[in-house]
């Protein structure tokens, strides 16, 4: 099998298989405990992210995005800073109606950016950015909603690390994966956002389905 090939049936293979897993907004780092220690509050920060599915693939999908501007590594502030807000939001018991089925859309939005040959403006994804970690910020909250402050200063010391090292992480190495100019994405990170799009409307389908 040619390696162009191989490589679009492994991206089907890993969203479909993706796709099959529990919905996102299932999981929880402490099994839906309430963490109560510093170290309980960290791993929960820590994990949430990486274990959400549609919070995994928005984070990927901002590496993928910011790779492809010179000032790449300065978009994912705008998701960080939205991101804290939104958790901010939540614990100040604001309402945000449908906030999972936005934080489905915007993985669709950001993947179908990460898609497109063309780059989009960088006014343009730093708002983007920030619209969706708000929103991601604002579900992310929902586990914490309650805790003591030290837990809860811990749970958004590990959102912030966590996220901040894979989005940086995708961006350097998605520069180095790429072996077109900058601003042109390679067919390679182009299925990849493709992925994350697919993931994003499967998310999106299984929450129009649980809240009708």
Do not use: C, N
Not at 11 to 38: I, R
Not at 46 to 59: E, F, K, Q, S, Y
Not at 126 to 146: K, M, P, R
Request: cysteine-free; overall charge positive.
């Amino acid at each position: 099998m040619p390696a162009s090939r191989l490589f679009k049936f492994r991206v089907l293979a890993l969203t479909l298989g993706l796709a099959a897993a529990t919905p996102a907004f299932a999981h929880h780092a402490m099994g839906g405990m309430m963490p109560s220690t510093f170290a309980q509050g960290l791993l929960s920060g820590l994990g949430h992210p990486v274990i959400g599915l549609d919070h995994l693939a928005a984070l990927v999908g901002v590496g993928l995005v910011s790779s492809r501007f010179t000032r790449g590594l300065v978009l994912p502030t705008f998701w960080m800073i939205a991101m804290a807000a939104g958790v901010g939001l939540h614990l100040a018991s604001a309402d945000i109606p449908y906030a999972e089925l936005l934080v489905a859309v915007s993985v669709v939005i950001i993947g179908m950016a990460a898609t497109i040959r063309t780059t989009l403006p960088f006014a343009l994804i730093a708002l983007l950015f920030a619209a969706g970690g708000a929103v991601h910020g604002y579900a992310l909250g929902e586990s914490i909603v309650g805790a003591e402050s030290t837990p809860l200063v811990a749970y958004l010391i590990g959102l912030v690390a966590i996220q901040t090292a894979l989005t940086t992480g995708i961006t350097l190495a998605a520069r180095r994966l790429s072996k077109t100019p900058i601003s042109a994405p390679s067919l390679q990170l182009r299925l990849a956002g493709l992925a994350i799009t697919l993931i994003g409307a499967t998310v999106t389908i299984l929450s129009l389905t649980a809240t009708a």
